[in-house]
């Protein structure tokens, strides 16, 4: 697991930082060389330097202007230029379903008596890239216990803010808003399943989901939705957005698995942002250990 | 590339000036993408952002070269036509860089995996047989080979059209799956209009 204290991130963010300089310099020796000619010496020692075997979090900069937020825009920058608009304070999240305590309730309640811990997780997204991303957070299990979810609830059941006056892209049509995603009840209870608040020991910003988001780290990232409007306790798997508009390409479970491709591209390796070659991927994105048995028996080809 | 550049209507040199501007031009793209990796213009993931460039660049330069005769016939504009082949030799550069980014970035060689990429992949596919059909129209670009295949020529060279079709197929199949098809459909209509000059344009032997 990767838990860690934030003193320790702080002093391994600094270090981490200077190997991710020097991955990154390894892609500009290599346009450096077919710019200026091969005499770049320099440069040619960097490009035989090791990469640590170990998951040194991505940058500031990279986890907040590289993101999939299709409420602001398909493009990858777009959430960082656009996310502005958002108004995170007031917040309310409505809370509905099978359970004892449902209501409208304002951030800063749900937020009292929640210690807020770092998690720093691995991120892989869908499309075939990765982040390693220093969250804060508290586990979601712990927030959902409030309410006194009945017997009945099997699944949980999100939505993100539905406003097209805040959110821009909702006014389009590229998905159905608002965005809905859904786990079992197993895994939102799970210890690793966390509700964000910040990162980098910093508040969230927009653009990654602010100001409340979930992060299922074994599951591709769009499970993991951003700034969350809505809980839902529920007794049947939810039709979640990506599932619905390409069942064939999005599982509902969408648990990280190198031997079941997308149809459209293979899901075997990654690209570590901030890397140059390809990283293979881990099975449940290598939380197999604390995951694995939440599926057993189940055939994850099936079940993708 | 889709008609001769020797055509019968004389258009006249092409002014030096000119040709080196578009020249220089041409390679700008190229260039931005060195510039950019080297100086972190490009964002957190600069191999995604220099294939996808390159990709578009590709694109963006065979619909330039089918403009050129519909500006000639539309707008009686032929020194276009001259400059014809050097967008379209530009069409295939950026298509050999799309290729081999791909080729060494996102596979790093592994043939097994390009031929499993291949075989499963109908957008991977498309894009494939786009490039084998941009292939023989760069490798007979030069005068002596337009001569040698004379009235052959002008009908090989109406691969350029499967190339622009599966292109467009190729974006259009890797846009799909992540909901957001407006970009391929703005290249899909651009083309369109340019083969539906063409139809138009049978009407007119004038040509
Ligand atoms: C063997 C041949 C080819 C292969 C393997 C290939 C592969 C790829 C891949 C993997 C992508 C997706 C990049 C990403 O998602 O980051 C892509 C995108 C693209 N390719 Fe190709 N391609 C080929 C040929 C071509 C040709 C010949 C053209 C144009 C004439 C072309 C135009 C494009 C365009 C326009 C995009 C989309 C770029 C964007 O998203 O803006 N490709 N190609």
Not at chain 1, 32 to 51: C, H, K, N
Not at chain 1, 222 to 234: D, E, G, H, M, Q
Not at chain 1, 255 to 274: F, K, L
């Amino acid at each position: 697991m990767f838990i860690r204290k934030p003193q320790q991130l702080t002093e391994n963010a600094v270090t981490d930082w200077a190997l991710y300089q020097r991955r990154r310099e390894f892609l500009r020796g290599m346009a450096g060389v077919i710019l200026l000619g091969a005499g770049w010496p320099g440069r040619a020692a960097v490009a035989t330097s090791p990469r640590p075997a170990d998951d040194p979090p991505n940058s500031w900069e990279d986890i907040t202007s590289y993101n999939n937020f299709y409420e602001f825009g398909t493009g990858k920058g777009d959430p960082a230029r656009n996310a502005r608009t958002l108004q995170t304070s007031p917040w309310d999240v409505v809370v509905d379903g099978e359970c004892t305590r449902p209501g409208k309730y304002p951030l800063e309640d749900l937020l009292k008596g929640m210690a807020i811990e770092e998690r720093i997780y691995r991120l892989r997204c869908v499309e075939g890239w990765s982040m390693v991303i220093p969250w804060q957070g508290f586990e979601l299990g712990r927030l959902l216990k409030r309410f006194e979810p009945t017997s009945r609830a099997k699944y949980v059941r999100f939505e993100t803010l539905l406003d097209p006056k805040q959110m821009p892209a909702q006014q389009g049509d590229v998905l159905d808003w608002p965005y809905v995603e859904g786990l079992r009840m197993d895994e939102a209870m799970h210890p690793l399943t966390l509700l964000a608040t910040g990162l980098y020991d910093k508040t969230l910003p927009n653009q990654n989901g602010a100001p409340l988001r979930l992060v299922v780290p074994w599951k591709y990232g769009f499970k993991s939705l951003k700034s969350i409007a809505r809980i839902s306790f529920v007794t049947e798997e939810p039709e979640t957005t990506w599932n619905r508009l390409s069942p064939e390409e999005y599982g509902f479970y969408s648990n990280v698995n190198p031997e079941v491709p997308h149809p459209r591209w293979s899901q075997a390796r990654e690209r570590r942002i901030g890397e140059f070659s390809k990283r293979k991927t881990l099975m449940f994105n290598g939380y197999a250990d604390q995951v694995a048995s939440l599926y057993a028996g189940m055939d994850l080809s099936l079940y993708f | 590339m889709a008609s001769s550049l020797l055509g019968r209507q004389t258009a006249g040199r092409v002014p030096a000036w000119l040709w080196l501007l578009l020249f220089c031009a041409g390679l700008l793209p190229f260039l931005h993408g060195l510039l950019g990796v080297w100086l972190h213009w490009l964002g957190a993931n600069p191999v995604e952002a220099v294939t996808r460039a390159s990709g578009d660049w590709a694109l963006r330069f065979l619909l330039l070269t089918l403009l050129m005769s519909s500006l000639r016939r539309r707008l009686g504009w032929r020194l276009g036509v001259r400059l014809r082949r050097m967008l379209g030799l530009y069409a295939f550069f950026y298509a050999v860089v799309h290729v081999l980014l791909y080729l060494w970035l996102d596979q790093f060689f592994d043939w097994v995996a390009i031929g499993e990429d291949i075989l499963e992949r109908p957008f991977i596919l498309a894009g494939l047989l786009a490039f084998l059909a941009l292939l023989p129209l760069a490798l007979t670009s030069t005068r002596t080979m337009m001569r040698r295949l004379g009235p052959r020529w002008k009908a090989l060279h109406r691969l350029v059209y499967a190339a622009g079709l599966l292109a467009v197929l190729h974006f259009w199949w890797m846009k799909e799956s992540k909901s957001d098809v407006s970009e391929p459909l703005l290249y899909a209509v651009l083309l369109g209009l340019l083969l539906l000059e063409r139809l138009v344009a049978r009407g007119h032997p004038a040509d």
